[in-house]
């Protein structure tokens, strides 16, 4: 008897290990989403910006006490290959501050993951890509899109900014606050920090990076900081930036908008700041940012405001070539992880993760799908994948992919010839559905503009 229970503990084990497995990436996947063939390892350190104006420390006289940032990263990168059943991890991060619920410090969620903590590196030189997080997130929120590219021959990096719950603040304007400040001098520094230790006898991790091939992702307050980081510097003029002393802002105002060296791509998932009752910039600083960019959205967004704000950035980005991905019936949550089992029946955290008509796995399959394809195309300077981005319609129901009398197209990926030459590239026959791609060239901009 006693064996038998074993034998039935250990199938239950070998199936859950198998579905888990599975689910790691849904079979209606589109063609690049799947991962690459590297073995992923990840590590985690500190970074420490040793004099940064404290927004929560007024010195009583105008100004502002200095203090030294401390800023945890979360590195993901190609691994020397290991037997699967090592290439697993689980990721905790603090639960979040959610609205109207008193915190606990002491609750933490998990992340299940493919990754090896403390591998090796494989030799080579390899693509960054900086991920900064939206506000009252965290770093390893970004695990499955990190590994994804990890595994791809890219070098990823998440900040951890460290939102500070407004109980801890004093105020949810303070907590707040500290975000308008920081998000884009905490960018600034970990890029300038990761190429300095990237060049200076370089070591581990560091010794694997292309520091001049650099893409920063940034997720709603992480987008409206990523915008700054490549080049559009705030409007003083703004209500918001005109509430903040100019202390502050050295460096991030507009004037002193230059891009971080090295940024070759910009993607932006959901980017707060152009609303217009809190719009961070002027046309003019838009006009400024020359990275190619990838903008991802809902278009029903309440977050960032997806029309008066999210596409009236993208609009105005009038110096880069670019595209934007919308999610028809999503809101803002279009970027993270989707929400841990462990609070899958918590509603609140049901709303902070996930979206109420798409599957997060969905989501998350078609943005590593994108991004894999922009990334390509700008970091790795791989042609072909232009093609999965230039798509045949903007609207992806509108893609043809006729069929024979009797004849059935299984599980067959679009290409750019053939039948299915007409539809998206890279996805199934019917499974297009619900998104839309535009493409917008300084070239259209400058044609729109003499019309």
């Given at each position: ?88 991890i689980t990721y905790t ?49 970004f695990s499955e899109l ?295 060239s300084p070239a259209d ?7």
């Amino acid at each position: 008897m006693r064996s038998q229970v074993v034998r039935l503990l250990l199938l239950s084990v070998l199936l859950h290990a198998s579905t888990a497995a599975q689910a790691e990436l849904p079979v209606d996947a589109p063609e690049l989403a799947t991962r690459g063939a590297a073995a992923v390892g990840t590590q985690s350190i500190t970074l420490i910006d040793p004099d940064r104006p404290d927004v929560l420390r007024p010195d009583g006289v105008g100004g502002f006490h200095r203090h030294a940032r401390t800023l945890p990263i979360e590195i993901w990168y190609p691994a020397v290959s290991a037997p699967k059943r090592a290439q697993r991890i689980t990721y905790t991060m603090p639960a979040p501050f959610l609205g109207g619920r008193k915190s606990d410090p002491a609750q933490r969620l998990s992340f299940a993951g493919q990754a090896m903590r403390g591998a090796k590196p494989v030799a080579g030189h390899f693509p960054l890509i900086v991920l900064s997080h939206g506000y009252n997130n965290r770093a390893v929120g970004f695990s499955e899109l990190a590994e994804n590219l990890a595994s791809k021959g890219y070098v990823v990096i998440a900040i951890e900014h460290g939102d500070l719950d407004p109980a801890i603040a004093g105020s949810r304007r303070a907590s707040f606050s500290q975000v308008l400040v920081d998000r884009s001098a905490d960018q600034r520094f970990v890029i300038a920090e990761v190429r300095r230790r990237a060049a200076a006898a370089p070591r581990g991790v560091f010794a694997t990076i292309a520091a001049d091939d650099i893409a920063l992702v940034g997720y709603s307050m992480g987008g409206y900081g990523a915008i700054a980081s490549a080049g559009a510097g705030y409007d003083p003029k703004s209500p918001l930036m005109a509430m903040l002393p100019k202390a502050l802002m050295a460096g991030s105002m507009e004037g002193d908008d230059q891009p971080v060296p090295g940024l070759k791509a910009l993607i932006l998932f959901g980017p707060w700041g152009g609303s217009p009752a809190t719009r961070m910039w002027s046309p003019a600083a838009l006009g400024r940012i020359s990275a190619p960019a990838l903008v991802i959205d809902g278009d029903h967004d309440d977050i960032a405001d997806y029309a008066n704000g999210v596409q009236w950035l993208f609009g105005r980005m009038v110096q880069s070539d670019r595209y934007f991905l919308t999610y028809r019936e999503a809101r803002h949550n279009i970027a993270m992880n989707a929400a841990p089992a462990s609070v899958a029946d918590d509603y609140l955290y049901i709303d902070k993760f996930n979206e109420p008509v798409w599957r997060k796995d969905r989501i998350l399959a078609i943005n590593a799908h994108m991004i894999t394809a922009f990334l390509d195309l700008h970091l790795k300077r791989i042609s072909d994948r232009a093609s999965y981005l230039n798509v045949p319609t903007p609207a992806a129901d509108a893609g043809s992919w006729p069929l024979a009398e009797g004849e059935v197209s299984g599980a067959q990926l679009a290409q750019r010839t053939g039948a299915g030459a007409n539809y998206w590239r890279g996805f199934q026959r019917r499974w297009a559905l619900g998104l839309e791609l535009v493409h917008r060239s300084p070239a259209d901009d400058k044609a729109a503009d003499t019309r």
